[in-house]
């Protein structure tokens, strides 16, 4: 019944690949995107697509793709390389917050720029911090990513003249209600300069490094998409 | 042990036919409703009628009903036929979005209503949204539908001079809330003179867009059912 | 420091006079938007202007105005003249709802429209609204108006065909949470196809009837206007 | 490894048999407490009981119940005749808002209250609610079922002088927020001297009846239960 | 502008005299209500006005009322002699929460109903309650007024067996938030057959023990009373 | 109209001096606690108790207070002499929280124990924290005062064996909510152990030390006192 | 891609063993954390880990731990033996907040502390309290664990000198909102002097408990993992 | 009683000023602030110190300082000349934002970084901003100010490559709930890499804006100043 017109064209122009959020769409649906921007020849990051849904894909969809569990992501057109040493570093102090941080380095990787994942660098242990602080600072932009009552944002952008981007994760429970205490405590913080994006949202971190590093142009994830047969 | 008292003749009495929410409903209880309205020949319209407790319906009521999965409605009676051109024009931005918004074309086509379905229109694409304009203001009403943050909702009231109808839906995460998000955006617009309704309700909305056309008697999905044995 | 660049050709072009919403404005700049309006000859709907502000207003500015305390309006460049019965029904159950009903009805008056007021008719004394529902059911448009739990709203949807629009109010105290409950009851009503705007918001409420009634064009109250000079 | 000492005398004491909540209980749990009920010859109301617990229980359990899955309670000692007319209404609008209800009744019907179930009386047809109130009002308590935008709460104080018990249940979606709307219209009720209990607390309604009728003595569902070895 | 048509026979009809809620109303139309009442020779209820407001009002009206600061009420009509014992026991553990009990004892005044008020039962010593738990229960309605965390409603609830109404107040900072922690957990009681208020409703606590008596009929604080020319 | 009966007898009987949260209290209420306690000689802690209000106390009471505005206490009794060396840390980070943390020490002199205040170690200058935390380890207490994001409290928890006692204070604007996100913070920190109290309440956290170090009874400032005539 | 840095060292430095939060994590992340603990000869507590998650562990990770599903506790390294008589009681009221106050008993005996355990002493039958008062008194810390309103720690707290700390559990439904009604009635208790943990924190507070005895050092249940290989 | 340990040596470690919130403090205590900057000739910003307060410093401070009353901002040690282009470009819809637009804009300058204000740019009339479009793409970093419904964010980060960082207002009513509607629409957006901070946090936008210049050091407004005596 609707018309489809989609807007590939915009990626041309503006020399940034599509994303598409999948959580809220039908199997269906990410299938004809994906054959619709193979056919274009079209390059495409898929984020929030889970084990289940990824394996209600159509096999050909499923083949052409560079999936990836943990992360939730798939890369359609392939991986570019990235450079040896990157110009952001991502840093999360829980081994729960692992996923979103990759996230955010695969996002990154989708767009060629390579990320420092440090993974251990948590406010109960701040001397681990302090030893690694001269690496961090080495970087144009820190993605810091927590959950919980989320002290990390502040200590670190305490720590570091660098654009800070904070992620708060969903990981807790009770007060930590879903990820909102972290996302409170990180634009509420006391050290000065923090920008936010939304819990889990490490695709939107890594964008907002991109245009930082003024290597981005916009991308919606979603609105872009237009409508598609079932 | 409760008496039975239905009020069908409402629906002869105002020309409406009536409706049915059926996720709080048990399957023996849609069972019912369906059989009693098919003795008297009455047309229905089932709402939120998922795939899983379809299923679980009476065969005989499941033949009798024109069922759709991807809007979870049937109607009871037959779909009658739409005029080719409608008065009313359904907007969303996302893939995410278009269940919403056909349940709400299903509600109109079942009241013998046309839509204009238009479903590539985000804000991310404004030149779209321009491109389409003339096409959306020639309509007397326009459904528009969207989540996440709803910014589609200002910027369509600001482009045309039609009544309005805002439908936030649930897709997102974060602190988008289940919807609430789009239905605080939609209700705090700049914009003004927009008209909004509960969180994913297309039907409400068609029911509004029915009432503003001057062709809707009132009627309600759920209070008007009376009692029935398990 | 910033530049001006206002929009009043916009009114021109659409035919609808510029409303601004004043309580987060200062003097100066409400002072600044009249001088500007009454310099090229429009007329401006002017809301949320409390008597204190009002007062604080440059003596020319407050000599141009028609201004109103009740409903913390005021009217630039005449009151039109409005037809004798209306088409557009404001009902209110309590005394205290009156300042917001009657911002609906001064915002219509300001674009010519008559509306008629009903103010006593509250679910507590349902005979009362039975006797007038056939006065009522003759508009095009009702405004319902209320506060505290908002009943009224789904009684007064049940029992007439025309577009209904619900003003919650903040009237109430506890749980009725500055209008949030009466606002979430509107939204929620089992009766369906209300439509609903923000709290207290009769002027929304009115040029969403104004839309309905196809002689609206879209203004924005308040992002408009531009910049002024403290 | 704790102690146990239960409080089975306290029933004996007050006349009222012991009620426990099962949801937060493990099915061991639930064993135990119906072993030593049974052991002491008490009488005992389970509540919150689902289907799938039930079925985990030890034979024994199950064979000693008179279970009832539609209001998920369960009977211990036998459910004791009931005078023909009671001197308790329960009113409710909705099909959907029925399994609360007949909780309500359960509990009455196990303190030996009979109960008038009115399962048609939504704000949506007030005739309804009409015809019927004069049946209404012959009884001493009314218990108020509704969900949604519990406009029902209201209308029905408005009409009658009983004591009127407000249930919200959480059917509903989007604001109606799992009760919550329902819950915050009957505190808020422009209709004074409703009585409010907790969202789907049909139970609890009923204990409020029972004491306001003066056949009541304090019985609490959990609290007294002791500790059970698993 | 708007007619008015009053509902004062309703008040004849019921036996229960008027009661308005003054604080969302202006002293004029404070003043018009009291003027219509005293010309009718209807008594009349005048709950939270607060000294200023009342200060505001013309000086007939402040000569016509029994005026209480403290409980922000005033009483149109003279205060009816109440027999020596009353039937309704008022509990309240803090000093801080005797505006509100006091408020529902002057309503239950006005209905000629003596009320016992029993102002030092606080949870933190349980030896006062219990040493007055005897007399507590020779009362056929317990109103409980508590603010911070209402415990006292559980205590008390969990040793009487007559009707308990719970009225939250909004005394207590921090997480109290305004009587809504109260108010949650007089609803969320482990001791069953609690009936709950509005946040510092003393006049809703007083009304539903009317109804428990068996000697209320509805009255509508707000919504009965129309229109009135400012 | 209530009779009163107060229970200073406790306070003798348990060894600590009453205290009362003066706030939610009329000025005649607080004089008159206040010549209780003095005609039977005991001592007493006055908390919130604001300038304003301070000033609208009876001469009498003025005078024989030992009144802090910043803290908002005043004392009547006497404030014993306290020991050099406290067991007692008080830490806090900003400027904004010292009448909070000073609130505590207030309430812990009055207890005669004394507390050692660190007003500058803010997260921000974790050098500053590391330079005295071997002063910080060597009290038996620690009482954390932050607001905003209140990461101070995972920080210091995590270098610190002692009971750590967070108070969350109320300072900052936005999402920081009244100290809600510092509470949250508090309560979901990733550094175990941390007890929390209620925002801003300096003198609960002083309670809770007085416990941990065994020298506290069970004091109730709000509960315990009866009711007094106006 | 990440480097691990662990922090086994700190565990070996404070004298405290480690604990691992187990919700967020993956089966594999937890395979390899109990890997390398048991490599490294460290005791472990690994807490929320649920049956079915406990079923996904590798065999030798299963053989190696004290696994407790009731508590989801494991213990890796041994439980030692405890004193026969505690310095911690623990008080809940209800059957229902067992397994929350079973995993604070597992906590502290894994730091070798005892606790007493008593169940029956709910707010509904406060004789029970009363009878065992002088046995919890004559310990130097109390955990009181309750869900629904959380009167259970304002009564205890108002009678006994020791140390109280609140765990509020997600017991309750409806207003009890997973534990906050029941959080919040801690934090704003009349009774003086509680300290508060989140909701559910059996563990937290077990460690809080250990602070308070002086035998604890600061451990971070998550933060101190680093990085795993999936 | 505390000691004071100041940390401006940091201010001349790093090369950025300080900064203080002063809304949290009084007036003694920013008088010693500024005294104590003075005295060691630091340059220091001060935030949200409104007129009121200002009036109320010490005449030696006010007369140290550029206030301006607008911004609630004041300058200690000179405003340095700014670049006659800017690398940062303010964007902010209605009149109602500017005083937030402007606080940004000061806080830039103190920092000797010039901005273009751009006002004039709400979503309601789209080809302003499409023409003031490629004006805004030439910075590197936008500021977008936008309070309601907060739909100018997403439509900017739609059109722009740059850094984006969005500040929400809390211009607005009702449901716009003091800027946290457009704070989730911010966060929520569908355009992806906007980067948020707290609400009417203009002095925080400036500071990332300067992190991703690279030319901000950290800087704490609060949490670095020590305690002052009053």
């Known amino acids: 019944m609707p018309e489809f017109r989609l807007d590939w064209e915009r990626a041309a122009r503006t020399g940034t690949s599509e994303a598409a959020l999948c959580e809220p769409k039908t199997a269906a649906q990410i299938d004809a995107i994906i054959a619709h921007a193979a056919e274009l020849g079209h390059r495409l990051l898929l984020t929030r ?40 570093a991502i840093v999360c102090g829980g081994t729960s917050d692992l996923s979103v941080a990759r996230e955010a380095a695969r996002a990154l990787a989708f767009a060629g720029e390579a990320a420092t994942l440090l993974a251990d660098v948590g406010v109960a242990g ?54 909102r205490t972290a996302l409170h405590a990180a634009l509420a913080s006391c050290a000065s300069g923090l920008a936010v994006v939304n ?8 964008h907002a490094a991109l245009r930082i590093l003024g290597t981005a142009a916009p991308t919606m994830p979603d609105a872009d998409l237009g409508s598609w047969p079932t």
Chains 1, 2, 3, 4, 5, 6, 7, 8 share one sequence.
């Open 49 to 88: 697509l889970g084990p289940r849904k990824f394996s209600q894909l159509a096999r050909a969809a499923r083949q052409s793709l560079d999936y990836d569990a943990e992360t939730r992501t798939a890369i359609l057109g392939g991986v570019p390389a990235t450079p040896a040493t990157g110009r952001v």
């Open 126 to 179: 701040l001397w681990r911090l302090t030893e690694r602080i001269d690496d961090i600072r080495r970087h144009r932009v820190v993605i810091a990513v927590a959950g919980m009552e989320g002290a990390l944002f502040s200590v670190l952008a305490g720590l570091v003249p660098c654009a800070v981007i904070a992620v708060p994760t969903s990981v807790g429970y009770g007060v930590a209600r879903g990820g």
């Open 199 to 206: 819990i889990d949202n490490g695709f939107g971190a890594a």
